[in-house]
């Protein structure tokens, strides 16, 4: 009866009171240790702005490294030794010093927008999105078209950038955002500009002039009513000044034709009653309407109008 313990789990065959080395040769050596750092290198290259893919990678390394100790495997019983571990080591070595890259970087994120005959000020870039520790961020820049701007407190991370076009109409120009990419990722590693380019959107200019067009018409035909109301208006109103003078002036003429006045028999005037030349004249009174309707004419020393 053999004496082999079979650890299928981890494709390996110990051996038992019988040869020490066992029957674990060639597909049936140790594996773990060699996937484990294989792994490990993998994660190091796929996430080299990622802190958490670095430290998988760290953690795969070190596994590597403690499994084979653990499981006591002699060499010979394991697959590819050297390899793994080189790998395992370059897995640790590598993941710390990509993490201390990542976490100490000095590249700078930067941002800038451009748009041709731009005359507004600066507008609102929002950024968001995720740095390599796994912090969501959201940001709010203002960016003045024509100039870049550095935005110190960025991480390594993939951050998004977008722009409120409702915000980007200047003197009749509607703006729109022509950008390739609103996702980017950063390592740190090196400088990196995001260009957000503005172009003047056509078709909405052309909307937003004709609406503009319709609203000076209206406006002008609406200025144009209330001034033709406000001439009608004041015309009424002149017409009621004049009727109402020409009414006063007709009361206060009735008013001097109703006026007695005094003639004598042998005068062609007519006089108030206190003027001189008729103080020692006998004298009749009468009506100026009268007087003047039998000819006699105004007294041109009393003026008895």
Known sequence: MSDEVTFSALGDTRAGNGDKRG???????????????????????AGTSNVLIEALAIVCGI??????????????????PKATTIMAICSIVLGVAVCFSVA????????EVNADNWQGGSIEVNMTGTDSSGKAVDETLRVTPGKSKTIPSAKAGTYSFTVDESALTVNDTVYKVDQSSEQYDFNKKSDMTIAINLVVDEEATSALAEKKAAEEA??????????????????AEEAAAAEAAAQKKAEQEEERLNRTVYITGSGSKYHSSGCRTIKKSS??????RDAEASGYEPCGVCNPR
Do not use: D, H, Y
Request: hydrophobic residues 55%; glycine residues 6%.
């Open 218 to 235: 209206a406006a002008a035909e609406q200025k144009a009513a209330e001034e033709q109301a406000a001439a009608e208006q004041k015309a």
């Open 104 to 111: 100490n970087g000095t590249g700078k994120l930067n941002v």
């Open 63 to 80: 596994a590597a490294l403690v499994a084979r100790k653990v499981k006591s495997i002699p060499r010979e019983q394991q697959m590819a």
């Open 283 to 288: 004298v009749t009174a009468i009506t100026i």
């Open 23 to 45: 029957v674990l040769n060639g597909p049936n050596k140790f594996r773990a240790s060699f996937i484990l750092a294989l792994i490990g290198v993998v994660l190091v290259f």
